[in-house]
């Protein structure tokens, strides 16, 4: 069984930052890709960044783009996501998610694990 549990989100003004943590406990973290996700009220879950199992290559939302970094550290079972120039549409509870999959993976569904999620708020 692999947990996950995010943690950093919180309430920034508009333009600010926001670094987001999901440690990785049970299997090796290494062997799964992983990925952000966010899900706003009404709306369906949608796919922000993922990472390869190396940690050698990324890939974005369009919505994201030059915004958002992903990255991990498989040395503390940690994956991170930095959010600069936040924006109010970026408001919504934010998942991390592991997949045995492989990568490029940007469908909910094809991902074997999940966090509880983390809110984050942004106010104009």
């Known amino acids: 069984q692999v947990q996950l549990v995010e943690s950093g989100g919180g309430l920034v003004q508009a333009g600010g930052s926001l670094r987001l943590s999901c440690a990785v406990s049970?299997?090796?973290?290494?062997?799964?890709?992983m990925g952000w996700f966010r899900q706003a009220p009404g709306k369906e879950r949608e796919f922000v960044a993922g990472i390869a199992r190396s940690g050698g290559s990324t890939y974005y939302a369009d919505s994201v783009k030059g915004r958002f970094t992903i990255s991990r550290d498989n040395a503390k079972n940690t994956v991170y996501l930095q959010m600069n120039s936040l924006k109010p549409e970026d408001t919504a509870v934010y998942y991390c998610a592991a997949t045995s999959r492989g990568s490029y993976n940007t469908q909910p569904s094809r991902y074997n694990y999940w966090g509880q999620g983390t809110q984050v708020t942004v106010s104009s």
């Open positions: 049970g299997r090796t973290f290494s062997s799964y890709a």
